[in-house]
């Protein structure tokens, strides 16, 4: 069966870096579409970020620039590179995909930017 496990997250202040890691099984991970999406406190789903291939990746305008998204399909697992965090970034991280019109998620991660 599809299992996506997201780890990585924590606390860090405004400015700084963390990286999101998001290990996937039970499918032929190379190929679908792979997705980060958050939950800020008390807010809905907000999509974050979108890969296929080294060259296929997307950004919400919130978080380009800032954000990198990678994968490494030998490790079946996905990436997600946060700089220059921000309060705003708060949020829970999930990484999902839609396979058969079923949309799997991993559990989350928190991600806290404070001082």
């Known amino acids: 069966q599809v299992q996506l496990v997201e780890s990585g997250g924590g606390l860090v202040q405004p400015g700084g870096s963390l990286r999101l890691s998001c290990a996937a099984s039970?499918?032929?991970?190379?190929?679908?579409?792979m997705n980060w999406v958050r939950q800020a406190p008390g807010k809905g789903l907000e999509w974050v970020s979108n890969?296929?291939?080294?060259?296929?990746?997307y950004y919400a305008d919130s978080v380009k620039g800032r954000f990198t998204i990678s994968r490494d399909n030998a490790k079946n697992t996905l990436y997600l590179q946060m700089n220059s965090l921000k309060p705003e970034d708060t949020a829970v991280y999930y990484c999902n995909i839609q396979r058969d019109s079923v949309v799997y998620w991993g559990q989350g991660t928190q991600v806290t930017v404070s001082s």
């Open positions: 039970g499918f032929t991970f190379g190929n679908y579409w």
């Open positions: 890969i296929y291939s080294a060259s296929g990746t």
